[in-house]
């Protein structure tokens, strides 16, 4: 490749210290051509999107993300205030907390957080205070399942709870696993003889089930969780800056990072519009249909959990069966990834040699570290290595004629983060209307959930019906009309966890069950 | 699905509270007589490694990982009593570190331990101890990348370094990410005032560069690392084995349940051996050809890093260009995956609606906790919800044409995580077969690291080149006869790091770049 056509791929925003590299993805020209229709109808959808037209039709919502980073935007003043005043709350109780103001009733101050939740209501969190820890000014923990032993083992790290803040995040305040960990942890909170509101705080929406729950248990506080807010996209809401608030993360920055990069890709300019860059790369690989995997490797330790969170934005928002005109197209793109090099060790021999079926996505952080370093061999660097590893891996798989975007930032700052979530945030939007699908519900979730409250309701039954006489599964379940499958997993679940007796036979037919 | 036709496809090694349901992925019957002559030759080939044949031709290695839980299994008796005598001299380490006989020139006794690793020499000790960590006896940290950053942060987090073991894990001594990161600790406990070699230990092949620096230099001890164990099956070789011995994990247990697990997998019967019937599955499903990506969810936190560890094991393995015959085959299954109910607030949207291109395997945990659980509802406790939201996720899946495998063990122990990596490898070994791959090597790898080797030498030689007139990368390029791209990018890298000064342009042409 010549450096000429190095450059005119190489897309760069000095005010963000951001490039981005497209040079590997052997996009001709003529494909911006074909897609042009569809790229001005994206760019169309955005505005509408911003200008807050409901563009969630399904949820009949306004997809307001945007605005949280940008309040101008907003469609309305009142939406504005709601932006602007959720902002100076989260400020004015993250300075309470730290001055201690607002303070532990044992005494002190509150030194540690546990922060409730689960999708986006936890992996925002998880994401940006992973990448920022240095700064961090309290420990935090997060119970982001349902499975008891992860909350013993959560409990067990913190130790005292007596300092330790809760923050339960539950839009709805129904979300099952949310709502099961915020009992875990008052039980946890009452066993140690402690009042579990005067360390508790919601983030939810008005007047949901967690809002009055939290009311009436005398929490020390609620914030609002805005219903154009979606949770994969939450994290500069509420959602996400009051944990990064509490952690001392410079919110402004954070902000700021992503404003900017949201300035720069509403240009219509293709050439110059990383997101729309993005977009098109991803939809030239995949043939718009999700062909290719992408493999999202930050060469920086700190951004681990980026490609996690980066699956969720991405899977959930363009994993869709229908389109908008209501035509099957069972759209969407697999990612994974960890971190580089250690996954040179891991699965790079597959992404090389093997079966040819993703591209990759390097993130490159141009700085080794702050301070000085040790030389490991004469004039070399540790760092040196990480930069040639990803320079390395890049070629090795060009030339065995695997794709790759490579996006670089000078130094993982709150200020480089926001500009990377915004970035994808809006590669989304427009991948989205490239396709032409709504990124913005999640309509699948729902047989999973409504399949589980079926079995919770059988596994009811079942425990009622179980008796002193050994029975098998087929007899239980043709006395409550289930199917024996069925019963057969709420039976092996229920003698697991000591509430069934097992007589073991040789194969599921032959197991009996009593009580 | 008839309880008939689910009992069918349900297999259960009682020993090990395991079972495999296989029912979902509908494989009809006329499947296995079709795969029945190459099935064969996978058990042959099982022996004739298993005897110490050389079945990684292209290293010319044997391959005994499955020796090491069954010593007996070895070719001969200098293997076996290298099994036995390895594992006696690092139970007497572990205990001396317990007791405090050996002991940090400080005082007291070792209470953390750093682990230097990448690869199969961290993947493995990070998967197990995270998963059996409430028995952990030390604290453990892991550099297992070069970035000085990630380096810098791991040694803010163990604090005081005057208690703590550092295990350096590398075959050959010559990994740069390991090397770099025994000298970022050296200089480190250098700069504490501490005497590296007194808290260091190897694990290295005899006579390699780190077994003669570690001799040199006066470590504690150094630990041999066989030839015949490949790195992403060396969890049960002295690389796992040391630090779960001083984490204080039962190492007969876990040894044990992958020698139960091997001996199951032994069995020439298809239908009741779960290797055979992992790699039929997978073979069924991707066509032998890893048409489909395999999602891995374990319902249970501490299981967590069980995709990534696959993700080593099973990409490294089967990701491979040429088959046996030297014929191009391109082969390989990508793996991803997190944990549940979690993940299905991530991606399960698309795995429901989206893209077809994967297969999911559930991993089941039976019991919820080991103490009493408090009533989220009348009668249902946390862990009955994420039993609920497996059962009803892989049934929703289901509904919607998505297959899935679902393994069960009753509870996260050393012994049924010693036989769920037994299974794996074992599965592994026999898809290899099916589709005619070394599964032992990983050629791919070396392309990165020649190029990354480059990459570092013209580092060298822009830095030496640079001086105080400000010039371009073509330039400069042209001095050295180098690419004009690599230049720039070193260039950038220099610039980054304080070892050059950069006069921005508005583009990489124009960009000059002084000492």
């Given at each position: 490749?010549?450096?000429?056509?190095?450059?005119?791929?190489?897309?760069?925003?000095?005010d963000?210290?951001?490039?981005?590299?497209?040079?590997?993805m052997?996009?001709?020209?003529t494909?911006?051509?074909?897609?042009?229709?569809?790229?001005?109808?994206?760019y169309?959808?955005?505005?509408?999107?911003e200008?807050?037209?409901v563009v969630?039709?399904?949820?009949?919502?306004?997809v307001?993300?945007?605005?949280l980073?940008?309040?101008?935007?907003?469609p309305?003043?009142e939406?504005?205030?709601?932006?602007?005043?959720?902002?100076?709350?989260?400020?004015?109780f993250?300075?309470?907390?730290h001055?201690g103001e607002?303070?532990?009733?044992?005494?002190?101050?509150f030194?540690?957080l546990?922060?409730?939740?689960?999708?986006?209501?936890?992996?925002g969190p998880?994401f940006?205070?992973?990448?920022?820890?240095?700064?961090?000014?309290?420990?935090?923990?997060?119970?982001?399942?349902?499975?008891?032993?992860?909350?013993?083992?959560?409990l067990?790290?913190i130790?005292?709870?007596?300092?330790?803040?809760?923050?339960?995040?539950s839009?709805s305040g129904g979300?099952?696993?949310?709502r099961?960990g915020?009992?875990?942890?008052?039980?946890?909170?009452?066993?140690?003889?402690?009042?579990f509101?005067q360390?508790?705080?919601?983030?939810?929406?008005?007047?949901?089930?967690?809002d009055?729950?939290?009311?009436?248990?005398?929490?020390?506080?609620?914030f609002?969780?805005?219903?154009?807010?979606g949770?994969?996209?939450?994290?500069?809401s509420?959602?996400g800056?009051?944990?990064?608030a509490l952690q001392?993360i410079?919110?402004?920055?954070f902000l700021?990072?992503?404003?900017?990069?949201?300035?720069?890709?509403r240009?219509?300019?293709?050439?110059?519009?990383?997101a729309?860059?993005?977009?098109?790369?991803w939809?030239?690989?995949?043939?718009g249909?999700?062909?290719?995997?992408?493999?999202v490797?930050?060469y920086k330790?700190?951004?681990a959990?980026?490609?996690k969170?980066?699956q969720q934005?991405?899977?959930?928002?363009?994993g869709?069966?229908?389109?908008l005109?209501?035509?099957?197209?069972?759209?969407?793109?697999?990612?994974?990834?960890?971190?580089?090099?250690?996954?040179?060790?891991?699965?790079?021999?597959?992404?090389?040699d093997?079966?040819?079926n993703?591209f990759?996505t390097?993130i490159?952080?141009?700085q080794g570290?702050a301070?000085?370093s040790?030389?490991?061999?004469?004039g070399?660097?540790a760092g040196?290595?990480?930069?040639?590893?990803?320079?390395?891996?890049?070629?090795?798989l060009?030339?065995?004629?695997?794709?790759?975007?490579?996006i670089?930032?000078?130094?993982?700052?709150?200020?480089?983060?926001?500009?990377?979530?915004?970035?994808?945030?809006r590669?989304?939007?427009?991948?989205a209307?490239l396709v032409?699908?709504?990124p913005?519900?999640?309509?699948?979730?729902?047989?999973?959930k409504?399949?589980?409250?079926?079995?919770?309701?059988?596994?009811?039954?079942?425990?009622d019906?179980?008796?002193?006489k050994?029975?098998?599964a087929e007899?239980?379940?043709?006395?409550?009309?289930?199917?024996?499958e069925?019963?057969?997993?709420?039976?092996t679940?229920?003698?697991?966890n000591g509430?069934?007796s097992?007589e073991?036979?040789?194969?599921?037919?032959?197991?009996?069950?009593r009580?």
């Amino acid at each position: 490749m010549s450096f000429e056509t190095f450059s005119a791929h190489l897309l760069r925003y000095p005010d963000l210290t951001f490039s981005l590299d497209t040079s590997l993805m052997d996009i001709p020209s003529t494909f911006y051509e074909t897609m042009m229709e569809r790229v001005t109808k994206a760019y169309t959808d955005l505005l509408a999107l911003e200008d807050g037209n409901v563009v969630n039709p399904d949820e009949e919502r306004m997809v307001g993300h945007y605005w949280l980073r940008n309040p101008e935007l907003a469609p309305n003043d009142e939406i504005r205030s709601s932006i602007t005043d959720a902002l100076a709350l989260l400020r004015d109780f993250a300075a309470k907390i730290h001055t201690g103001e607002i303070s532990p009733p044992a005494g002190g101050k509150f030194e540690k957080l546990l922060l409730i939740g689960i999708g986006g209501s936890a992996l925002g969190p998880q994401f940006v205070s992973d990448a920022l820890r240095p700064a961090a000014q309290m420990a935090t923990y997060f119970f982001d399942n349902t499975d008891p032993d992860g909350i013993d083992r959560t409990l067990a790290e913190i130790g005292d709870l007596s300092k330790t803040l809760v923050l339960v995040i539950s839009k709805s305040g129904g979300t099952p696993e949310t709502r099961n960990g915020m009992l875990e942890a008052e039980a946890a909170y009452t066993a140690a003889g402690l009042e579990f509101g005067q360390h508790a705080a919601a983030i939810t929406g008005h007047g949901s089930k967690l809002d009055l729950y939290s009311e009436s248990n005398d929490w020390l506080t609620s914030f609002p969780m805005e219903d154009w807010v979606g949770g994969r996209t939450s994290i500069m809401s509420t959602v996400g800056l009051v944990p990064l608030a509490l952690q001392g993360i410079d919110l402004d920055a954070f902000l700021a990072g992503a404003s900017t990069m949201d300035a720069h890709t509403r240009e219509t300019n293709i050439r110059t519009n990383a997101a729309m860059q993005l977009a098109l790369a991803w939809h030239h690989e995949g043939n718009g249909r999700g062909e290719k995997d992408m493999v999202v490797i930050p060469y920086k330790d700190s951004l681990a959990l980026f490609s996690k969170y980066l699956q969720q934005l991405i899977m959930e928002s363009l994993g869709k069966r229908l389109d908008l005109d209501g035509k099957e197209v069972f759209q969407g793109i697999a990612v994974y990834g960890n971190k580089g090099s250690t996954d040179q060790h891991a699965y790079v021999q597959q992404l090389r040699d093997g079966v040819h079926n993703f591209f990759a996505t390097f993130i490159e952080v141009r700085q080794g570290r702050a301070g000085e370093s040790i030389e490991v061999e004469p004039g070399v660097m540790a760092g040196d290595y990480l930069q040639g590893f990803l320079r390395g891996t890049r070629k090795a798989l060009y030339e065995s004629g695997r794709r790759s975007i490579t996006i670089s930032i000078e130094e993982v700052t709150p200020r480089t983060i926001g500009a990377l979530i915004a970035l994808f945030e809006r590669a989304v939007s427009f991948y989205a209307s490239l396709v032409n699908i709504n990124p913005y519900h999640q309509p699948g979730v729902e047989a999973g959930k409504k399949a589980a409250t079926l079995f919770l309701e059988l596994l009811a039954d079942v425990k009622d019906i179980l008796s002193e006489k050994a029975q098998t599964a087929e007899a239980l379940a043709s006395a409550l009309r289930a199917d024996p499958e069925e019963v057969y997993h709420c039976l092996t679940h229920l003698a697991a966890n000591g509430k069934a007796s097992l007589e073991s036979g040789s194969s599921p037919h032959e197991d009996r069950f009593r009580s």
